[in-house]
């Protein structure tokens, strides 16, 4: 890890044990604060006392470990415990989709009140749930509005940017921190947190705080797709992806990072944050329909994918489709818009019969589909299948006996949706290959 102890530890409340408030407590604490985390899921709450990490993250149980013998973490289920500790409170909980796409912020709003009403002294209050913009301003009215006439709130914009199945590291190693507040000393106090990370520190109004991380993920989906497009393309006309990914990537003003193309994007940030983005804009009178084109690229390649299972195949009906991979990226539990989710969906509904198989993910995804056969091992799950279809590019897919694997196949057929296998090798060993765009 590359962040340096500070000589200088704060007490900090995280409000909401999820994802980001889990990582972000664990990693402050993990830096010399003291850190007390509160969720109002009691069995939760329960496990993380005895140092059991509710969801697969790697490196998080570990400090999550540490730090409770250290005892500079503890978790609690009493807010006003929380929020008499901290001077500085985290607010974390979950902003998650209305019907319209829109950003949920009741958890958000009931947090912001129950720390206006406990407060016994002044607090900094951070935002880092993903939130639209104006957000900050909206919490400071409500914290006003139910605190005790003699106590200050100060709000603090400081979205999080790290990603599921490396959070830790990109907690530890961050390219920038984003601070949006309007308090010098609340700034400076928030700044003064960061400061062993050694980074680059955007001071911005909370406004570009909140756009920055928005437009930052609503940027990325837009590579994703647009890198889709392209290959869709290039399938036509027998060109490869993965040539013209770093040919475009290798010019520095682009770069090569997130181009891969392949079945699109999931997960519980880039779908909901782009519809959240793209009602902001309605509410102020701006078209985002460059976004609207994103996410429909990004639905239209997961049916793309399965007409390709289909075509190979000669149609699906009674046909074994082993699936590996379920998580909607590696290194992770995580199946919330999963691509795998809505391919499984297709591939059923043209009757054909799934054998799946993840390493970490399988247990989330009985709860979707309880009547699919989940494998122990991928050779359990390509045993007698016609064909191997690639959803999530775990390692242990690519270090596969591909020569034993051919052998217990029915058909040697590999439909790789992330492009992620040895593809010359495996038509060399007599495998049929279908990628996307290759
Ligand atoms: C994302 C942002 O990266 C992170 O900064 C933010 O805080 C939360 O949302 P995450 O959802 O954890 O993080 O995963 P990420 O690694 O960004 O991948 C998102 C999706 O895009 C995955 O489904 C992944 O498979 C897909 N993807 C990514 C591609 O299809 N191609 C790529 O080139 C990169």
Redo the contacts with the bound molecule.
């Keep these: 890890m590359s962040a340096s102890k500070s000589d200088y530890f704060m007490n900090i409340a995280v409000i909401g044990a999820g994802y980001v408030g889990l990582v972000t407590g664990a990693c402050l604490a993990e830096l010399g604060n003291n850190v007390v985390c509160v969720d109002i899921d009691k069995r939760k709450i329960n496990k993380l006392k005895q140092g059991k990490v509710p969801i697969y993250e790697p490196g998080l149980e570990e400090i999550v470990r540490k730090n409770l013998t250290r005892k500079r973490l503890a978790f609690t289920t009493k807010i006003e415990k929380a929020v008499n500790f901290g001077e500085i409170i985290f607010i974390c909980v979950g902003t998650p989709a209305r019907k319209d796409g829109s950003a949920d912020l009741s958890y958000l709003e009931k947090a912001a009140e129950q720390i206006a009403k406990l407060a016994k002294d002044n607090k900094i209050v951070v935002i880092k749930s993903t939130v639209p913009v104006l957000t900050a301003r909206k919490v400071h009215k409500i914290l006003k509005q139910h605190s005790k006439s003699n106590v200050e709130f100060y709000v603090i914009s400081n979205p ?6 490396s959070a830790v590291k990109d907690f530890m190693n961050p390219d920038r921190i984003v601070i949006g507040g309007i308090n010098k000393e609340a700034i400076r106090k928030v700044c003064e947190l960061y400061r062993p990370f050694n980074v680059p520190i955007l001071e911005t109004t909370p406004e570009s705080a909140e756009i920055i991380k928005h437009a ?2 609503s940027f ?1 989906a837009t ?2 797709s647009f ?1 889709n497009m392209v290959a869709n393309l290039c399938e036509k006309v027998n060109a490869n992806i993965k040539d013209v990914a770093l040919g475009i990537g290798l010019d520095k003003r682009i770069g090569t ?4 193309a ?1 079945i ?7 779908p909901k944050d782009i519809e959240a983005f793209i009602k902001v804009g309605e509410k102020h009178r701006c078209n985002f329909a460059l976004l609207k084109e994103v996410i429909k690229i990004n639905v239209r390649q997961r049916k793309l994918f399965v007409k390709k299972i289909e075509d190979v195949l000669y149609g699906l009906e009674n046909k074994t489709i082993a699936v590996l991979g379920l998580a ?2 590696p290194n992770t539990d995580d199946i919330r818009k999963a ?1 795998a989710i809505e391919i499984i969906r297709l591939l059923l509904d043209k009757g054909a019969k799934i054998k799946a198989y993840d390493p970490k993910a399988m247990d989330n995804m009985r709860k979707i589909f309880p009547h699919i056969q989940y494998c122990n091992n991928p050779y359990e799950t390509l045993a007698n299948s016609d064909a191997m279809v690639l959803i999530t590019e775990w390692e242990e897919f690519k270090k596969l006996n591909f020569e034993k694997v051919k052998k217990i196949m029915k058909q040697a057929i590999i439909i790789d949706g992330r492009n992620y296998l040895p593809h010359n090798r495996l038509e060399r060993i007599g495998f049929t290959y279908v990628g996307v765009g290759i």
């Design positions: 999080e940017f790290l990603r599921e199945g930052s993920n990325l590579k994703i890198i990072a997130f181009l891969n392949g699109g994007f999931g997960g519980s940030c880039f909607f990226k691509p």
